[in-house]
């Protein structure tokens, strides 16, 4: 069967760098409660100037560029976020036309933190028809923050991400098989509930800055995480026929170090083969596997002939994994990367 495969690969992360400590300073909490509890010592904030369209365009540009592809080759610009640009129109038409990307289609998806895997499983769909499609994550979190609440405030983080999908042609990363899931009996658990048709944002709400609050049910979320991860790891391991000890790498949605450990633990993986920069980037949602993956080429810790797992969970419930087959090293440009 037709394949496609990763070509390129662009990040961006805004040069702001918050840290724990600087969070400790508006509200009740302390560096060491978030380190031990989440393993997240700062994270990217956008600056004022800043939007998610802006943020995706410099990922995006990236991509082209560092592959020396010109925006007018893309069929499709799929661009997944939960922090849109606007209502209405999609976010991914504004970076459509600052890529001067004439000839594609361009929509937004909103999936939570499993939305890049949902939308890359849609772009390997296309690709495999012929058409070059350009995939970006992008979420401005910091931007839609409820800072007086302490428990989730700080564990998002901004940045964008973005990846070009092309028909395979031996090159690149193979998209190899992949499965996502979402199970919508679970909505009440991880949602920011105001501003859309079911709830209209009263104004004493807003008064507050409740409307940007993410009502997160921790620990039932990190539960549902760990488990649901690690069981469609297994499930996709049983479909390409592939041993644990055969992956190389797992990158994983970056959430939470504590429940990086604990899929890694349900799977009998070694922590070093789980690729965490949570301590630098935090949640970033959709962008955070694109991050990941851009991090770890430009720090040449991927070879060529690796197979690589990448799996997130997110609010939906959706869920889901990855098997990625590396064929060569994609040209991947990560601006604003830690050092
Ligand atoms: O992509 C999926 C996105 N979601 C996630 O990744 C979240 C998954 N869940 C988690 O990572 C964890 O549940 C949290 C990090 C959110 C919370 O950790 P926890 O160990 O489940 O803590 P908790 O919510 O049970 O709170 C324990 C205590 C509480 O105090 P009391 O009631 O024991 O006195 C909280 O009020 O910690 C307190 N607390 C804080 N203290 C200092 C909550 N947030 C903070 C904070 N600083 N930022």
Redesign the pocket.
């Known amino acids: 069967m037709a394949a496609s495969a990763i070509i390129s690969i662009g990040a961006y992360a805004p040069s702001r760098v918050v840290t724990n400590d600087d969070l400790s300073k508006i509200?009740?909490?302390?560096d060491e409660?978030?380190r031990t509890?989440?393993g997240i010592h700062q994270r990217h904030m956008a600056l004022a100037e800043e939007t998610t369209a802006s943020m995706s365009f410099n990922a995006a540009q990236a991509a082209l560029d560092t592959a020396t592809m010109d925006a007018a080759d893309l069929d499709w610009i799929l661009l997944c976020t939960d922090t849109p640009e606007m209502w209405t129109p999609a976010t991914a038409c504004f970076v459509q036309e600052s890529l001067h990307a004439k000839r594609a289609s361009a929509i937004d998806l909103t999936g939570?933190?499993a939305g890049f895997l949902q939308t890359l499983e849609l772009a390997d769909a296309v690709a495999k028809t012929g058409k070059i499609v350009m995939v970006i994550g992008t979420e401005l979190l910091t931007r839609s923050m409820d800072w007086s609440d302490?428990?989730?405030a700080?564990?998002f983080g901004d940045g964008a991400g973005a990846v070009i999908v092309a028909p395979d042609r031996g090159q690149g990363i193979q998209l190899t098989h992949s499965r996502t899931y979402s199970d919508g009996s679970q909505t009440d658990i991880?949602q920011k509930p105001y501003g859309g048709t079911r709830n209209p944002i009263p104004p004493e709400i807003v008064a507050h800055g409740g409307h940007h609050r993410i009502h997160?049910e921790?620990?039932k979320?990190?539960r549902h995480?760990v488990q649901r991860m690690s069981q469609s790891a297994r499930e996709i391991l049983t479909d390409v026929k592939l041993p644990v000890d055969a992956v190389d790498w797992i990158v994983p949605?970056q959430?939470?170090q504590?429940?990086l450990t604990a899929v890694a633990d349900a799977l009998h993986i070694p922590m070093n083969k789980v690729f965490s920069h949570v301590q630098n980037y935090a949640?970033t949602?959709s962008a955070s596997i694109i991050l990941a993956l851009a991090d770890m080429f430009e720090q040449d810790l991927i070879l060529p002939r690796q197979r690589l797992i990448s799996v997130a969970?997110?609010a939906g419930f959706s869920w889901g994994s990855a098997v990625w087959t590396v064929q060569s090293l994609p040209p991947t440009r990560f601006i604003g990367r830690d050092q």
Request: aromatic residues 10%.
């Open positions: 509200m009740d909490t302390s409660w978030i509890r989440t939570g933190c302490r428990s989730t700080v564990l991880l997160m921790g620990r979320v990190f995480a949605h959430a939470n504590r429940i949640n949602g969970f997110g």
